[in-house]
């Protein structure tokens, strides 16, 4: 009898509500396994993200697009590391405060001439590239020294070869900037074909200061008008060396070297006669126009100086011509940095501020 009722007991039929308890518990159960996913996947997320954003994504953030050619963080970082090299073997100084700022612009430079050097019909071999791999590893050939072809072959392949581990790049990416280079240097050349050979200069003697220095200008500039003598106060007050060893002495110059500010002053000056302070991109002058000719002929240096800047002038002109977009930020500079191996000859000093 009692058998009987054990098994009418265990066949009892589930009531509502055990049946809403036990869905409830396993709709519980569900959500816990499911949280409990979610907090793993985010556990591992989070240092894997926190990896990506360190190691994988500043790499490939934009740093400058022309068109639809861009350079990323990566390759700028290649061609930073290469212009780390470069100064410390020339056993120059590496100033972190201004040099990655300028390869910004010089990779905006080279990416404007690379398009646009087609269309002046100004090209490049693979065979000029390769010669001038060659000349930078080797240097230039001594027409008095005979060499071995094998053992300058030799010698070229290791240099290269030991080149390219330092600074990252592949032969395909280093010879693009030897070709980028060499576009550089023809197109100037063909710009330069327009500077005049003859032209009016003026022959000056001047007195420079940064705009950075500590000395007053004003007071400078009255220590010329009270009658000075200008070259022993160009000796002691100018931040140029060469003016320093020449007495102020700054050649002839014609119009465009240095801006139309400074055109306007010096072109209007008598001989003889003491300019007032001038305030330039670069700095203070103060000058004195020693003589004027209206038609002289340029200078090896003053030509080569009004090539740079026909060059600088077609290149403000092509930025307006094509999209160039630039995006370059502290934080981009500050991980660009971390990535350069320490060098002696880093200098940070204009880095404040950034």
Same mark, same amino acid.
């Given at each position: 009898?009692?058998?009987?009722?054990?098994? *009418?007991?265990?066949?009892?039929?589930?009531?509502?509500?055990?049946?809403?308890?036990?869905?409830?518990?396993?709709?519980?159960?569900?959500?816990?396994?499911?949280?409990?996913?979610?907090?793993?996947?985010?556990?591992?997320? /989070?240092?894997?993200?926190?990896?990506?954003?360190?190691?994988?994504?500043?790499?490939?953030?934009?740093?400058?697009?022309?068109?639809?050619?861009?350079?990323?963080?990566?390759?700028?970082?290649?061609?930073?590391?290469?212009?780390?090299?470069?100064?410390?073997?020339?056993?120059? @100084?590496?100033?972190?405060?201004?040099?990655?700022?300028?390869?910004?612009?010089?990779?905006?430079?080279?990416?404007?001439?690379?398009?646009?050097?087609?269309?002046?019909?100004?090209?490049?071999?693979?065979?000029? #590239? *390769?010669?001038? /791999?060659?000349?930078?590893?080797?240097?230039?050939?001594?027409?008095?020294?005979?060499?071995?072809?094998? $053992?300058?072959?030799?010698?070229?392949?290791?240099?290269?070869?030991?080149?390219?581990?330092?600074?990252?790049?592949?032969?395909?990416?280093?010879?693009?900037?030897?070709?980028?280079?060499?576009?550089?240097?023809?197109?100037?050349?063909?710009?330069?074909?327009?500077?005049?050979? !003859?032209?009016?200069?003026?022959?000056?003697?001047?007195?420079?200061?940064?705009?950075?220095?500590?000395?007053?200008? @004003?007071?400078?500039?009255?220590?010329?008008?009270?009658?000075?003598?200008?070259?022993?106060?160009?000796?002691?007050?100018?931040?140029?060396?060469?003016?320093?060893?020449?007495?102020?002495?700054?050649?002839?110059?014609?119009?465009?070297?240095?801006?139309?500010?400074?055109?306007?002053? #010096?072109?209007?000056?008598?001989?003889?006669? !003491?300019?007032?302070?001038?305030?330039?991109?670069?700095?203070?002058?103060?000058?004195?126009?020693?003589?004027?000719?209206?038609?002289?002929?340029?200078?090896?240096?003053?030509?080569?100086?009004?090539?740079?800047?026909?060059?600088?002038?077609?290149?403000?002109?092509?930025?307006?011509?094509?999209?160039?977009?630039?995006?370059?930020?502290?934080? $981009?500079? @500050?991980?660009?940095?971390?990535?350069?191996?320490?060098?002696?000859?880093?200098?940070?000093?204009?880095?404040?501020?950034?």
């Amino acid at each position: 009898m009692s058998s009987r009722k054990q098994t *009418s007991s265990s066949r009892r039929p589930v009531s509502r509500r055990q049946l809403s308890r036990r869905q409830r518990e396993k709709r519980l159960q569900h959500l816990v396994w499911a949280l409990g996913a979610f907090f793993l996947v985010l556990i591992v997320a /989070i240092p894997g993200y926190a990896s990506y954003a360190e190691y994988y994504r500043p790499p490939r953030q934009l740093v400058v697009r022309v068109n639809d050619t861009t350079y990323n963080m990566g390759y700028y970082v290649k061609m930073l590391r290469l212009f780390q090299i470069l100064s410390t073997a020339q056993g120059q @100084e590496f100033n972190l405060g201004l040099v990655p700022f300028e390869l910004v612009q010089l990779l905006e430079d080279n990416e404007l001439i690379r398009q646009g050097a087609p269309r002046l019909d100004i090209s490049v071999t693979a065979e000029d #590239v *390769s010669q001038e /791999i060659r000349m930078r590893i080797l240097g230039p050939p001594d027409p008095e020294e005979e060499e071995d072809p094998a $053992k300058l072959d030799k010698e070229f392949q290791q240099g290269y070869r030991q080149l390219l581990e330092i600074v990252r790049f592949s032969d395909k990416e280093y010879r693009r900037i030897v070709e980028i280079d060499l576009l550089r240097e023809k197109l100037r050349e063909q710009l330069g074909l327009q500077v005049p050979t !003859v032209a009016e200069q003026v022959h000056l003697q001047g007195i420079f200061f940064s705009s950075e220095t500590e000395k007053n200008p @004003e007071e400078i500039a009255n220590r010329v008008a009270a009658g000075e003598e200008f070259s022993a106060l160009s000796r002691e007050l100018s931040e140029d060396d060469t003016l320093k060893e020449n007495d102020g002495d700054m050649g002839w110059l014609p119009r465009g070297i240095v801006g139309e500010k400074f055109d306007e002053v #010096v072109f209007n000056l008598e001989p003889g006669k !003491v300019s007032e302070l001038i305030a330039t991109s670069e700095g203070y002058y103060v000058l004195r126009l020693l003589e004027k000719a209206t038609a002289r002929e340029i200078e090896e240096g003053a030509r080569e100086a009004l090539k740079d800047q026909a060059l600088a002038k077609w290149l403000s002109e092509e930025r307006g011509r094509n999209e160039v977009v630039r995006s370059f930020d502290s934080k $981009k500079y @500050e991980w660009a940095v971390q990535q350069l191996p320490p060098s002696s000859s880093q200098s940070s000093e204009s880095s404040e501020g950034i």
